[in-house]
């Protein structure tokens, strides 16, 4: 079972670098989440996508993008990388709807801007 | 302030001991909770989920609510070293964005 799939898994950038997170599950999730993770900070919500065709900010949006491809795909885009977005990024996806919120998570994406 | 506040720890427990792990919230519109489990550099994977208040047991876990009090626990019976590992509780509201709000995780270490 796949379930939700993040590419690359490690990735170095240049401060100024852009790239794009790549996320898919192959759950019929109608809901998806971009994560950031730091130390003593927890998860914090970056951007999500609560069906096919919305996106919307969540805590922490400054310097990042989204799309949302289709209903399997949702990706993260860093147009000028700072130092300040080096993090372990993870991607979720939970059912959606009123009762469903439990997410279920990638294994992430370690980035460092340098 | 955070909306959910949880102690780092670390916490560590001899083999066969019970564990106690709690957040506290300040939203009252969370009505969903949840409690993760992350082993170091993997994603986090789901322990229990309860809705508003009460109790729920799985197996040695047991997971708390109490929405008076705005606080949530998670018990661990007869601990093993295979459970050392960052547990993060999460909740969300009903209502509006349903996006999970995340403790920042307590780091539990079992010793054999």
């Known amino acids: 079972n796949a379930g939700v799939t993040q590419t690359p898994k490690f990735q170095v950038l240049k401060t100024g670098q852009s790239m794009t997170l790549q996320c898919a599950q192959d759950?019929?999730?109608?809901?998806m989440y971009w994560y950031r993770q730091d130390p003593g900070m927890g998860l914090r919500l970056i951007y999500y996508?609560?069906?096919?065709?919305?996106?919307d900010k969540g805590e922490v949006p400054n310097g990042y993008n989204v799309s949302r491809l289709n209903k399997r795909e949702f990706s993260l885009r860093l147009e000028s990388a700072a130092p300040s977005q080096t993090s372990v990024y993870f991607c979720a996806s939970s059912v959606g709807g009123a009762e469903n919120t439990e997410a279920f998570f990638g294994q992430g994406t370690r980035l460092t801007v340098v | 302030q955070k909306e959910v506040e949880q102690d780092p720890g670390p916490l560590s427990v001899p083999e066969g001991a019970i564990v106690s792990l709690n957040c506290t919230y300040s939203n009252s519109a969370f009505q969903y909770f949840m409690w993760y489990r992350q082993y170091s550099r993997k994603g986090p994977e789901l322990l229990m989920y309860t809705y508003s208040s009460g109790n729920k047991e799985d197996g040695r876990f047991t997971a708390q609510v109490d929405k008076s009090s705005k606080y949530i626990s998670l018990f661990i019976r007869d601990s093993q070293p295979s459970d050392s590992a960052t547990y993060l509780c999460?909740?969300?509201?009903?209502?509006?964005?349903?996006?999970?709000?995340f403790g920042s995780g307590t780091r539990l270490q079992v010793q054999p």
């Open positions: 999460a909740m969300s509201a009903a209502t509006g964005r349903r996006a999970l709000t």
């Open positions: 759950m019929n999730h109608n809901s």
């Open positions: 996508s609560a069906s096919e065709g919305t996106t």
